[in-house]
């Protein structure tokens, strides 16, 4: 049976005073639901009523009809399951309209990659260069592909193909002869973006980290508004009907950032911008002072579904190419010696100038040495300055030291990770076995431990980057956070074992509440609470009544965010 939130209705009888929040019918009256609040103590209800952006009622059928009026659509969801919209707690906006550009060659096999790729360059010969994006690193690791494989599929014209993590390209030799890539060619970010080579100094083809790749792309196309904005227009729609109603950001890379953030507004003025978006400044140039900046982004931004409030810093790759910082050595290679994208030093300054304009810190820290030297960072900029409501985020963190799991709760700080990741898949099952070895695989995405430690924690898909599976749909990630298990794979090994799965309830907790509060907006979406955005989504099954396995069949019906309708599909 429900255990129903409190009703403005009850509220009201109880106390004889007259609320405001009645003065006017509701706009819509959701009733006969199960209402999942998402709220404290995570409250069932049966109806909602919403007024303009706002929620204005929680609670039962009677409280919910008397709010009823002559203008207001009544919605019977007959059963089903209302949540607070997802929270996507990393996610990259304008970076598919960099990327997602050509076929998507997410494949097993190589020679399935191939065909694909000539596929698209034969139907298209009038293309003078060829994009593709989705190369998973299983298809050619140990090691790197070379131009000359994809010279045998396509020789005359250049291509540049984006890895599904998007820290890595591979470009065919054209490529590199028309960008006049060649033995000479200094590395962008000399051991922490540069062009991979063979032993007499000459590039292979294989570009690492995104300030290389981006000096090699931008060679021949032009990456302006209309180039991003052609590769964004069809994913907005996407994300609605996946229930996504607001994402953490961590980064317009390789793009001007007021641009970014003008082709942002620009979908939001005609009605097309279907999520709130809470941005960051992406800082991975050493030769940037990053607060300035961000500091203008976020004092330029503070109204509409475009905001911005923090500093997103660029601490290591990952584990594919030796380049996330790990405490102890690689199992497979102890003399990797990878250094930070940006030096330390230089990190812990910037933090504590940063958190002194109040601007919330953000990391991409892969590995445990990153994560730990993040936190110290965090902790640094916590004891020099002011206190005040500062909300840090480690993402990916797919290894965290244990000894560093309470400082999470310690330092009010976030622990973000992708849910389509957490499973033995082709790359975490291949790839990092040999890079961490049996002992580190234990603790592999220790979303769990963390939480079980005190600290918040978030899931994001970092879409449309990867370890394997580019995917934005938090149904699928809340799925491989509960089963630790590839999706329609409930008899494969469970990563980490039965302990370091999710509850059902701390997944959804996790792609809502958990991710608004690394936002720093859990006052306002996260849950369904009296005075908060009408952000909400109908599922046509109950997440706690089926197999966990089959929580990514789930349909969404409706998604509704600022209080308009965004999707409605058998509703």
Known sequence: MFRFAVSIAALIAATGLANAQTAAPADFVFTNGKVYTVDQ?????????????????????????????????????????????????????????????????????????????????????DLQFINGWGVRPNLYGPGEPTAAMID???????????????????????????????????DTVPGASYFVRDDDGNPTGYIVEVPAQVEILNKFVTIDADYIREGMARWFPEYTKAGITAVHDFGWAGVDQDMAIGILKGFEEDGTLGTRIYGSYYWNDASI????????????????????????????????????????????????????????????????????????????????????????????????????????????ATLVHPDDYPRFKELNATYDTTGQWMALDPYTGVISPERYGPERMKRLFPIRAILEAGGNVSLGSDFPAAAYVADYKPLNAITQAVTRQMLGKPDMEILGGEDMRLTVAEAIRANTYGAAYGTAEEDKIGSLEVGKLADLIVLDQNLFEIDPHDIHKTNVLFTMMDGVVRHRDGL
């Open 41 to 125: 103590d995570n409250s069932w209800a049966e109806a909602v009523a919403v007024r303009g952006n706002e929620i204005v009622y929680v609670g039962d059928n009677a409280g919910a009809e008397a709010l009823s009026g002559d203008g207001t659509e009544t919605i019977d969801l007959e059963g089903k399951m209302m949540l607070p919209g997802f929270v996507e707690g990393h996610f990259h906006t304008t970076t598919q309209g960099i990327i997602l550009h050509g076929p998507d060659l997410q494949t097993d096999t190589m020679d399935e990659l191939f065909a694909k790729l000539k596929e698209y360059a034969d139907a298209n010969p």
């Open 152 to 186: 045998a599929v396509v020789p005359d014209r250049p291509v540049y193909l984006w890895q599904v993590d998007g820290h890595s390209a591979w470009i065919n030799t054209k490529a590199m002869e028309m960008a006049g890539l060649d033995k000479d060619t200094p």
């Open 289 to 396: 002072d990053p607060v300035p900046i961000a500091k203008r982004l976020r004092d330029e931004n503070q109204e509409g579904l475009i905001q911005v409030s923090a500093l997103k810093i660029n601490m290591d790759g990952d584990d594919d190419k030796y380049s996330a910082l790990l405490v102890d050595p690689y199992s497979d290679n102890p003399d990797a010696d990878p250094e930070p994208i940006l030096p330390i030093d230089m990190i812990n300054e910037a933090a504590v100038r940063a958190d002194k304009e109040k601007l919330h810190l953000l990391c991409h820290c892969f590995g445990d040495l990153a994560v730990r030297t993040f936190l110290d960072a965090v902790e640094l900029a916590k004891e020099t300055n002011p206190d005040w409501d500062r909300r840090a985020v480690a993402s990916h």
